[in-house]
Nanobody
Framework: QVQLVESGGDLVQPGGSLRLSCAAS????????MSWYRQAPGKERELVAV????????DYADSVKGRFTISRDNPKNTVYLQMNILKPEDTAVYYC???????????WGQGTQVTVSS
């Protein structure tokens, strides 16, 4: 059974930082590109950051470049999202996403809430 379990979401003040984690099980983690998506109330889900199989390739949405960093620890089957200089517009449910390098159906986590507010 495949599971992606996110953690680390919280209420934080503007300018603060959070680190999200996504622990994967039931998949050959090293064979999956990992991503973080987010969905704010009333908005469509959007891609935030993606990291390649061994972590050498990353890409970010323009809105988070320079503030967020995605990384992965393959021996721990975990992907992280370090979020700095958080803004109220970063408020959303953040989802972990896994896609095999050969394609196919992706896997999703259940989401973790991030709220940026004073």
């Amino acid at each position: 059974q495949v599971q992606l379990v996110e953690s680390g979401g919280d209420l934080v003040q503007p300018g603060g930082s959070l680190r999200l984690s996504c622990a994967a099980s039931g998949i050959a983690f090293r064979s999956y590109a990992m991503s973080w998506y987010r969905q704010a109330p009333g908005k469509e889900r959007e891609l935030v950051a993606v990291i390649g199989l061994v972590g050498g390739t990353t890409d970010y949405a323009d809105s988070v470049k320079g503030r967020f960093t995605i990384s992965r620890d393959n021996p721990k089957n975990t992907v992280y999202l370090q979020m700095n200089i958080l803004k109220p517009e970063d408020t959303a449910v953040y989802y972990c996403h896994a896609l095999h390098w050969l394609g196919g159906n992706p896997y999703w986590g259940q989401g973790t809430q991030v709220t940026v507010s004073s």
